[in-house]
């Protein structure tokens, strides 16, 4: 079992940037593909982007591409969101696939493990 924990979250105006952690404890002997989604209320939960493995390929929808970037370092993974924008407001979660999985992939689905979140508020 792979336990979340996400930090990086807060209050920022339009066209800020911020960056999301998440480190993740517990089985980090094998490598697997991690992600970050989002939930606004009232709003299902919506893929924001993800990263294989070996960190070499990821995967955005199109909202945010070109504003945000998933990179990580080993078993730690961070979201760089440049160019906020309110509608960007929600919570922010990461998440694992199984060890042994390592295919970036946006299918909320495939995550096995997920974080408690962190809120993300952009203002106008």
């Known amino acids: 079992q792979v336990q979340l924990v996400e930090s990086g979250g807060g209050l920022v105006t339009a066209r800020d940037s911020l960056r999301l952690s998440c480190a993740a404890s517990?089985?980090?002997?094998?490598?697997?593909?991690m992600g970050w989604f989002r939930q606004a209320p009232g709003k299902e939960r919506e893929f924001v982007a993800s990263?294989?493995?070996?960190?070499?390929n990821t995967e955005y929808p199109d909202f945010v591409k070109g504003r945000f970037t998933i990179s990580r370092d080993g078993n730690t993974v961070y979201l760089q969101m440049d160019s906020l924008e309110p509608a960007d407001t929600a919570i922010y979660y990461c998440?694992?696939?199984?060890?042994?999985?390592?295919?970036?992939?946006?299918?909320?689905?495939?995550?096995?493990?997920w974080g408690q979140g962190t809120q993300v508020t952009v203002s106008s």
């Open positions: 998440a694992a696939r199984r060890p042994g999985q390592h295919t970036a992939t946006p299918l909320r689905t495939l995550y096995r493990s």
């Open positions: 517990g089985n980090t002997s094998s490598k697997y593909a």
């Open positions: 990263i294989s493995g070996n960190g070499k």
